[in-house]
C-alpha cells in the first residue's frame, strides 16, 4: 500500500484499481540503437473490467502486456498492481504474482507436449506446492470448465487448436487468478473456435476475473467491455463499448466456472 | 517445488528422449564401471600380494646380501648380488640369536630338468631340512631330505605338484631319477600344493639338500637368502638385533647384508600396488570427466531446446531457482543412474576381470561408494552451469524463441 498514483499523476478515475500503470516507457537496446516500444504510457485498469488492446504489429501492445504480467520490466515508469508497485518486488515476489495473480493465455497456447491436458493444468499449481492429488482435482476442475472434461489425457498433439487454448485457458484459471492476460488468443484459431473462446473469457469476466487481451483482429475486440489502442508506444484511443458482442454460451458454462472460483478457492490457498 | 516433484519432472523429460539419455548415460556408465574395476583389480593385486608375502610363512627375517637402502626402495624382487653369506653365517645365527627359532638357507635359481626324454624349465631350490618349518610347507607324499642328506650332499630331490603334473604326467614320481645338468637326482618326496609363496611358486620348483647343490650343480659356498624365523611375533625385533649385531661382527659391516622382515617387505609391497591402484583409478577416472562432460554438453542442448517451456514455467511461477533445480535435478538424476548401472557394470566386470587374472575378486565398499559419490558430483558439477543458465533466462525473450 502507499504506493498509489502520486499527487500528479496523469490517471484519475474510479476508486479500486486492479492495474495502474503511469507515464510507462519500454526502450530496447539493439547493438547501439534504441527502440523505444513504449512511450509514455498511462492506464488503469479497474477491477471486473474486460479490456481489448487493440494497435497494428510494433505499436507495443505485447511489450505492454509483458510488463503487466510481470515478465518484464519497464525503462521507466511505475506499475502498480493492487497499488503496490512492481518494481519493487524481488524475483521470487514476481513469481508469487504470476503464479497467484495472473493467468496467462498464449496466441501460441505453449502447452508442453510430453504432458497430458491435465497434467499441463496442474503446471501452475506445481510451483504453488499443491499435493499431487488436489492439483489432480483441480485440473479436471478447470479442465470441465472449458468442456473438455473427455479430453484430460490427450497429449496437444492430439487436440485441435481450439482445444489446445482452451486447455491453457483451464491453466490460467486453475490458480483461480484475479487478472486473466491473454495475448492474441484466437490469432491462431478459425471463428468458430475464436468466438468459443470469447465466450469463455466473458463468463470468466462476469464471474468477476479482470480480463486484458490483446488482438489485432476488430470483430473479437467487440467482445470486450472497452478498447484502448495503441500506436507507436503510445495510446491512441480508450473508448467504453456501449454495446458490446456477446458470444453465446451455454449456462452451465457459468455455473462450472463459478464453481470453480468459489469451490476450490479454499482447496487453492490451503494448499 | 519441491525435491520429489523435480525427480518426477527430471524422470519424464530424460524418459522422453530415451536415446539421448542412454547415450548420455552410457558415458557416465563407462567412466564409473572403469573407476570399480580398476580399483577392483588395484585391491585384488594388493590382496594377491599380500597373501603371497604372507604365504612365506610367520614371524620371518629374510637376509640378503647387499646395501641396505630406504625402507621401500627395495622389494622383493630385488636380490642382493654380493656373494657374502654362507653356511657358516646360518649356523651363527642358529647358535648366536637366542630368539630365532629356525633358520634355513636357501638358494633358488631356474634351471632345466629333464626326465627320460622330456625336460621342463622350473626352480632349483636349495635349502635344508628346517625351510619346511620355517616356510610352513608341507610335504604330501614320500619324505623331505634330512639333516644326514644334507650333510653327505645326498642326491636326492623333493618335488612340488607342478613338476609332478608336467614331467611326470601326474604319475608317481617318489624313487624316480631326475637330471639336473649331470646330476642325477632321486626323488623322494613329493610337496603339498600351496602355490605362488613370495617370488617362487611352490609348486613349480623342485628342492634339494643345499650342499647339494653348492657342490654338484652350481659350484658355489654362497648362499642368497638366509630365513630366520623368530620364537614368536613379540620377539622380531630382538631377532632382528641380533641378527645384525651376529652377521655385523662376522662380515665386519652392516652394508654387507640387509635384514628384511615381513612387515617391511608388505609394506613396500603395499606401497607399490597402492601406487598401482591409484594411477589405475587416475585413468579411469579421466573417462568419468568425459562422461559428465557429456551430461553437461546433453544439458546445455536440453536447456537450449527447452527454452520456451523455461518461459513458460516462469511465467506460470517458476522462481529462478525453481528452474535451476529442474535442470540440476534431471542432470543429478542422469549421472546417478549412470552411475548405479555402472557400478553394476563394474562389479559384474571385476568379477571377469578377476577371474582371468586369478585373483581375488576385491570390490570394497569403497570402491562402490566413492565412484556413487564421484558420479553425484559429476552430475552436481556439470549440471550447475546449463542450469543456472537456465535460471536465468529471461522470460519474455524465452516465450519468444522458436
Given at each position: 500500500m502507499g504506493a498509489g498514483p502520486g499527487p500528479d499523476s496523469a490517471v484519475v478515475r474510479g476508486e479500486s484499481s486492479v492495474i495502474e500503470v503511469d507515464r510507462l516507457?519500454?526502450?530496447?537496446?539493439?547493438?547501439?540503437?534504441?527502440?523505444?516500444?513504449?512511450?509514455?504510457?498511462?492506464?488503469?485498469?479497474?477491477?471486473?473490467?474486460?479490456?481489448?488492446?487493440?494497435?497494428?504489429?510494433?505499436?507495443?501492445?505485447?511489450?505492454?502486456?509483458?510488463?503487466?504480467?510481470?515478465?518484464?520490466?519497464?525503462?521507466?515508469?511505475?506499475?502498480?498492481?493492487?497499488?503496490?508497485?512492481?518494481?519493487?518486488?524481488?524475483?521470487?515476489?514476481?513469481?508469487?504474482?504470476?503464479?497467484?495473480?495472473?493467468?496467462?493465455?498464449?496466441?501460441?497456447?505453449n502447452l508442453l507436449p510430453r504432458l497430458n491436458a491435465a497434467a499441463n493444468v496442474e503446471l501452475p499449481l506445481i510451483y504453488r506446492g499443491v499435493p499431487r492429488r488436489t492439483r489432480r482435482l483441480l485440473a479436471v476442475r478447470a479442465l470441465e470448465a472449458v468442456g473438455l472434461k473427455d479430453r484430460l489425457h490427450h497429449k496437444p498433439s492430439e487436440l485441435s487448436g481450439g482445444q489446445q487454448q482452451?486447455?491453457?485457458?483451464?491453466?490460467?484459471?486453475?490458480?483461480?487468478?484475479?487478472?486473466?492476460?491473454?495475448?492474441?488468443?484466437?490469432?491462431?484459431?478459425?471463428?468458430?473456435?475464436?468466438?468459443?473462446?470469447?465466450?469463455?473469457?466473458?463468463?470468466?469476466?462476469?464471474s468477476g476475473i479482470?480480463?486484458?487481451?490483446?488482438?489485432?483482429?476488430?470483430?473479437?475486440?467487440?467482445?470486450?467491455?472497452?478498447?484502448?489502442?495503441?500506436?507507436?508506444?503510445?495510446?491512441?484511443?480508450?473508448?467504453?463499448?456501449s454495446s458490446r458482442t456477446i458470444a453465446e454460451r451455454d449456462e452451465s458454462l457459468d455455473a462450472l466456472i463459478a464453481g470453480l472460483t468459489e469451490g476450490t478457492a479454499e482447496e487453492v490457498k490451503a494448499g | 517445488m519441491n525435491l520429489l516433484e523435480g525427480v518426477r519432472t527430471a524422470l519424464l523429460s530424460i524418459t522422453s528422449n530415451k536415446m539421448r539419455s542412454g547415450l548420455t548415460m552410457l558415458g557416465v556408465i563407462i567412466g564409473?564401471?572403469?573407476?570399480?574395476?580398476?580399483v577392483a583389480i588395484g585391491e585384488g593385486a594388493n590382496l594377491q600380494v599380500s597373501s603371497q608375502i604372507e604365504r612365506l610363512g610367520s614371524n620371518l627375517l629374510i637376509v640378503m646380501p647387499g646395501r641396505t637402502r630406504e625402507p621401500g626402495a627395495r622389494t622383493m624382487g630385488a636380490f642382493g648380488s654380493m656373494d657374502v653369506l654362507t653356511m657358516d653365517e646360518v649356523q651363527a645365527i642358529r647358535d648366536e640369536c637366542p630368539s630365532v627359532r629356525a633358520v634355513a638357507p636357501e638358494i633358488s635359481r631356474g634351471t632345466t630338468v629333464r626326465y627320460g626324454s622330456s625336460s621342463i624349465q622350473t626352480q632349483v631350490v636349495a635349502t635344508t631340512p628346517e625351510y619346511l618349518s620355517v616356510r610352513a610347507f608341507t610335504v604330501a607324499s614320500g619324505s623331505f631330505f634330512t639333516e644326514q642328506d644334507v650333510q653327505l650332499a645326498a642326491k636326492v630331490a623333493v618335488v612340488g605338484?607342478?613338476?609332478?603334473?608336467?614331467?611326470?604326467?601326474?604319475?608317481?614320481?617318489?624313487?624316480?631319477?631326475?637330471?639336473?645338468?649331470?646330476?642325477?637326482?632321486?626323488?623322494?618326496?613329493?610337496?603339498?600344493?600351496?602355490?605362488?609363496?613370495?617370488?617362487?611358486?611352490?609348486?613349480?620348483?623342485?628342492?634339494?639338500?643345499?650342499?647339494?647343490?653348492?657342490?654338484?650343480?652350481?659350484?658355489?659356498?654362497?648362499?642368497?637368502?638366509?630365513?630366520?624365523?623368530?620364537?614368536?611375533?613379540?620377539?622380531?625385533?630382538?631377532?632382528?638385533?641380533?641378527?645384525?649385531?651376529v652377521l655385523a661382527a662376522r662380515l665386519g659391516s652392516t652394508d654387507a647384508f640387509y635384514v628384511r622382515n615381513q612387515a617391511d617387505v608388505l609394506g613396500a609391497a603395499q606401497d607399490v600396488t597402492r601406487v598401482f591402484t591409484l594411477l589405475l583409478a587416475g585413468i579411469a577416472s579421466v573417462s568419468l570427466l568425459v562422461g559428465g562432460i557429456g551430461v553437461m554438453n546433453i544439458m546445455l542442448v536440453s536447456v537450449t531446446e527447452r527454452?520456451?517451456?523455461?518461459?513458460?514455467?516462469?511465467?506460470?511461477?517458476?522462481?529462478?531457482?525453481?528452474?535451476?533445480?529442474?535442470?540440476?535435478?534431471?542432470?543429478?538424476?542422469?549421472?546417478?543412474?549412470?552411475?548405479?548401472?555402472?557400478?553394476?557394470?563394474?562389479?559384474?566386470?571385476?568379477?571377469?576381470?578377476?577371474?582371468?587374472?586369478?585373483?581375488?575378486?576385491?570390490?570394497?565398499?569403497?570402491?562402490?561408494?566413492?565412484?556413487?559419490c564421484f558420479s553425484l558430483a559429476v552430475g552436481l558439477f556439470f549440471g550447475i552451469y546449463p542450469a543456472s543458465r537456465a535460471g536465468r533466462l529471461n522470460p519474455v525473450e524465452a516465450l519468444r524463441y522458436e
Open positions: 516507457r519500454k526502450i530496447y537496446r539493439v547493438g547501439s540503437i534504441e527502440v523505444a516500444a513504449l512511450r509514455g504510457v498511462s492506464l488503469r485498469i479497474d477491477e471486473g473490467e474486460f479490456v481489448a488492446i487493440m494497435g497494428p504489429s510494433g505499436s507495443g501492445k505485447t511489450t505492454f502486456m509483458n510488463i503487466l504480467g510481470c515478465l518484464d520490466q519497464p525503462t521507466e515508469g511505475s506499475y502498480s498492481l493492487d497499488e503496490v508497485l512492481v518494481s519493487e518486488m524481488d524475483d521470487t515476489e514476481l513469481a508469487r504474482v504470476r503464479n497467484r495473480r495472473i493467468g496467462f493465455v498464449f496466441q501460441t497456447y482452451r486447455v491453457a485457458i483451464a491453466r490460467s484459471l486453475v490458480t483461480h487468478p484475479q487478472i486473466v492476460l491473454a495475448d492474441e488468443p484466437t490469432g491462431n484459431l478459425d471463428t468458430k473456435s475464436g468466438v468459443e473462446i470469447m465466450a469463455i473469457f466473458q463468463a470468466l469476466n462476469d479482470t480480463v486484458v487481451l490483446v488482438t489485432h483482429n476488430a470483430d473479437i475486440a467487440q467482445y470486450a467491455k472497452r478498447i484502448v489502442r495503441f500506436r507507436d508506444g503510445l495510446i491512441v484511443a480508450d473508448e467504453t463499448l | 564409473v564401471a572403469a573407476v570399480v574395476i580398476m605338484q607342478g613338476v609332478v603334473d608336467e614331467l611326470f604326467s601326474g604319475a608317481d614320481p617318489i624313487g624316480q631319477e631326475l637330471k639336473v645338468g649331470q646330476v642325477r637326482l632321486r626323488v623322494i618326496g613329493v610337496m603339498g600344493s600351496k602355490g605362488q609363496s613370495g617370488m617362487t611358486n611352490v609348486d613349480d620348483a623342485i628342492y634339494v639338500p643345499i650342499t647339494t647343490a653348492q657342490k654338484r650343480i652350481l659350484g658355489t659356498k654362497y648362499v642368497r637368502t638366509i630365513y630366520a624365523q623368530a620364537n614368536d611375533a613379540k620377539s622380531m625385533d630382538a631377532a632382528n638385533d641380533e641378527i645384525v649385531s527454452t520456451r517451456e523455461i518461459g513458460l514455467r516462469k511465467a506460470l511461477g517458476a522462481r529462478t531457482v525453481d528452474i535451476l533445480m529442474q535442470f540440476l535435478i534431471e542432470s543429478v538424476v542422469l549421472s546417478l543412474v549412470g552411475g548405479v548401472i555402472g557400478i553394476i557394470v563394474g562389479i559384474a566386470g571385476s568379477r571377469i576381470a578377476a577371474r582371468v587374472a586369478g585373483w581375488p575378486a576385491a570390490v570394497s565398499v569403497g570402491a562402490v561408494l566413492i565412484p556413487f
